[in-house]
């Protein structure tokens, strides 16, 4: 089961729940987690452990080839990205705008544009006692996430199956990053907080769930703080809240040390038991379907 952990907003504590949620649940489970948030992973703050496997992940750009160009044309015509630009008889190829689609490659009469790789970012695989814990890191400059997203994805599917729970720390807010996630999760969680901001952002992120039809639930940190607008959004959207993590000074200081917070806090722990008790048992009448 693949669980997305998403937000609207950055700072709700996101990754704070992934991190613990998915180190909890390997204490007596098959479990992965995967910090999907390329451009900013941070889950291995609170992680430390063996690498196994270490990979320069790579996208495929265009090439000119001077000699082999016919300078017609069609290639500048073809790229609906607008990533090829032609200068008289020289062709320009923008990296930053392409998406790799492969049209101007392939339908390039003369065969001018031969598609090389080019390094996007790096991928790192982990054990962190029982936990298994996949990153993926942007390289720096490079304009697209979701080239990265959708091959860190293609990676677990083909190296991470099997397990019982897949938990992905998802990019904040809602666009392009978000979706590429949580379009391939089978469930997603959304952090969020009680206030004005985080009403606000939970509001868009809800939207773009119902959009691509997934089914999800709240999970509301820092509760306590705020007011009750929240409580209300979730009861008139009819959407179930799992947990309220409260907000508590110890909760804060672990967080600020790099450290785990269950095993030191009774209170974010029984929310964690209950978010589990929810997964399992969703997971076990998808089986009974």
């Not at 609170?46 to 495929?60: C, D, I, S, Y």
């Not at 978000?178 to 469930?187: Q, R």
Request: net charge negative.
């Amino acid at each position: 089961m693949k669980i997305a952990i998403a937000s609207g907003k950055g700072g709700t504590g996101k990754t704070t729940l992934a991190v613990n949620l998915a180190k909890y649940a390997s204490e007596g489970s098959n479990v992965l987690l995967a910090d999907l948030d390329v451009e900013e992973p941070n889950s291995g703050i609170f992680l430390h452990g063996e690498l196994l496997h270490h990979k320069t992940m790579k996208r495929m750009i265009p090439e000119w080839q001077e000699g082999s160009c016919i300078s017609c044309g069609k290639c500048r015509e073809w790229c609906r990205f607008n990533a090829i630009i032609q200068l008289g008889e020289t062709i320009l190829v923008l990296p930053e705008l392409c998406h790799s689609c492969y049209a101007c490659s392939e339908l390039c009469p003369a065969g001018a544009l031969k598609m090389v790789p080019e390094p996007l970012g790096e991928l790192s695989y982990s054990m962190i006692d029982d936990l298994h814990f996949i990153e993926s890191r942007l390289n720096i400059g490079i304009e697209q996430s979701v080239p990265l997203i959708s091959q860190t994805i293609d990676y677990l599917a083909a190296n991470c199956s099997g397990k019982e729970f897949e938990f992905w720390d998802s990019p904040p807010g809602t666009s392009c990053p978000l979706l590429a996630v949580t379009y391939n999760a089978d469930f997603v969680i959304l952090a969020t907080e009680p206030t004005p901001f985080g009403l606000y952002d939970l509001n868009l992120a809800v939207d773009a769930m119902e959009l691509i039809g997934k089914p999800m639930a709240v999970v509301i940190n820092r509760y306590g703080i705020g007011n009750d607008d929240v409580l209300k959004f979730c009861q008139e959207r009819g959407l179930p809240i799992w947990a309220k993590i409260p907000n508590q000074r110890s909760i804060a200081e672990l967080y600020a040390r790099g450290e785990l917070i269950y095993p030191s806090v009774a209170e974010f722990r029984r929310e964690l038991d209950e978010i589990l008790y929810r997964l399992r048992s969703l997971k076990k009448e998808s089986c009974a379907k």
